[in-house]
């Protein structure tokens, strides 16, 4: 089991930067996968980023490529998302979320673990 805690999210002008972190706590992060999903009103949750826990690949939904950076710190058990050139359609609460599949994977049902959110608003 995995408790994850979303920090960093705010309100910032379109073009600007923010950068998320998810806090884990419990098992050992090393041993998941973790990502990021975002959900803005009226909408499903999407997949943005995610990050594998063998050899550190990462894959990005085509919305974010060469915006976001999705990165890791196992030794502080902490998840980043440095979100650059932001754009109002960026806007939604964004959520961590881990699993411990082999495979990695884009489909929010195949993440057991989620954080409680943080909302992300940018202003045109």
């Known amino acids: 089991q995995v408790q994850l805690v979303e920090s960093g999210g705010g309100l910032v002008q379109a073009g600007g930067s923010l950068r998320l972190s998810c806090a884990a706590s419990?098992?050992?992060?090393?041993?998941?996968?973790v990502g990021w999903f975002r959900q803005a009103p009226g909408k499903e949750r999407e997949f943005v980023a995610v990050?594998?826990?063998?050899?550190?690949?990462?894959y990005y939904a085509d919305s974010v490529k060469g915006r976001f950076t999705i990165s890791r710190d196992n030794a502080k058990n902490t998840l980043y998302l440095q979100m650059n050139s932001l754009k109002p359609e960026d806007t939604a609460v964004y959520y961590c979320?881990?699993?411990?599949?082999?495979?990695?994977?884009?489909?929010?049902?195949?993440?057991?673990?989620w954080g409680q959110g943080t909302q992300v608003t940018v202003s045109s």
């Open positions: 979320t881990a699993s411990t599949g082999l495979v990695v994977t884009r489909t929010a049902a195949n993440y057991p673990y």
């Open positions: 419990g098992r050992s992060f090393s041993s998941y996968n």
């Open positions: 990050i594998s826990r063998i050899g550190g690949s990462t």
